[in-house]
C-alpha cells in the first residue's frame, strides 16, 4: 500500500504541498521527487572547502532557483547532467591524473551522459586534456547545460 511522504516530508513552513491532492500516489511521487532534488542541490551547495558561507547561500539559492525553470520531467536529466560534468571534474583532479599531465602524458577526461529516456550518448563539453583548461571548460560545461534548460523553459 502507498505511503505518502515515506521518503521525505516537506517542512513545517513550507506551504507548496497543502493540498490534499499531494496525498495522491501521482502527486506525491512527484512531489518527493522534487523535495530530494533540492535537498541533493542543497548538499552540493553547502561545506564546499574554501567557499565562504555567504557565497555558498547565494550559490545555494541560485541552483534552487534554476532548479525551479527547468520543468519537473527533465530535473533528473538536469542534475545527472551537471553531476556527470561534477565527476569528470573531480576526475580531472585526482593525484593520478594530475600526475600524468605533469609528466606531459597524453591523457583526456570526458564528460559524456547517456539519456534513458532516448538511448542517446551526449558529449556534455566537458572534455579536458590538461590542467590549464580544466576550469574554463568546467564553466563552459556548465553554461551549456543552463543555456539548454533555459531554451527547454522557453518552447
Same mark, same amino acid.
Not at 56 to 84: G, H, K, S, Y
Given at each position: 500500500?502507498?505511503?505518502?511522504?515515506?521518503? +521525505?516530508?516537506?517542512?513545517? /513552513? %513550507?506551504?507548496?504541498?497543502?493540498?490534499?491532492?499531494? *496525498?495522491?500516489?501521482?502527486? /506525491?511521487?512527484?512531489?518527493?521527487?522534487?523535495?530530494?532534488? *533540492?535537498?541533493?542541490?542543497? =548538499?552540493?551547495?553547502?561545506? +564546499?572547502?574554501?567557499?565562504?558561507?555567504? &557565497?555558498? #547561500? +547565494?550559490?545555494?539559492? !541560485?541552483?534552487?532557483?534554476?532548479? %525551479?525553470?527547468?520543468?519537473?520531467?527533465r530535473r533528473i536529466d538536469a542534475l545527472?547532467?551537471? &553531476?556527470?560534468? *561534477?565527476?569528470?571534474? &573531480?576526475?580531472?583532479?585526482?593525484? !593520478?591524473?594530475? %600526475?600524468?599531465?605533469?609528466?606531459?602524458?597524453?591523457?583526456?577526461?570526458?564528460?559524456?551522459?547517456?539519456?534513458?529516456? /532516448?538511448? $542517446? $550518448?551526449?558529449d556534455l563539453k566537458m572534455t579536458v586534456?590538461? =590542467?590549464? *583548461?580544466?576550469?574554463?571548460?568546467?564553466?563552459? #560545461? +556548465?553554461?551549456?547545460?543552463? #543555456?539548454r534548460y533555459a531554451a527547454d523553459a522557453? %518552447?
Amino acid at each position: 500500500m502507498f505511503q505518502p511522504w515515506s521518503l +521525505i516530508k516537506p517542512s513545517d /513552513n %513550507d506551504r507548496r504541498f497543502t493540498g490534499s491532492d499531494w *496525498e495522491l500516489p501521482s502527486f /506525491n511521487i512527484l512531489a518527493q521527487a522534487f523535495l530530494l532534488t *533540492e535537498q541533493w542541490w542543497h =548538499s552540493t551547495t553547502t561545506d +564546499i572547502h574554501g567557499l565562504a558561507h555567504s &557565497n555558498a #547561500a +547565494i550559490a545555494d539559492f !541560485v541552483l534552487r532557483q534554476w532548479l %525551479d525553470t527547468v520543468a519537473p520531467e527533465r530535473r533528473i536529466d538536469a542534475l545527472c547532467e551537471l &553531476n556527470v560534468i *561534477e565527476q569528470a571534474l &573531480n576526475a580531472c583532479q585526482t593525484t !593520478v591524473v594530475q %600526475d600524468a599531465w605533469g609528466r606531459g602524458q597524453s591523457l583526456t577526461v570526458h564528460g559524456w551522459f547517456y539519456g534513458l529516456a /532516448n538511448g $542517446l $550518448l551526449q558529449d556534455l563539453k566537458m572534455t579536458v586534456s590538461g =590542467s590549464a *583548461e580544466m576550469t574554463e571548460t568546467y564553466d563552459r #560545461a +556548465i553554461g551549456a547545460v543552463q #543555456a539548454r534548460y533555459a531554451a527547454d523553459a522557453r %518552447d
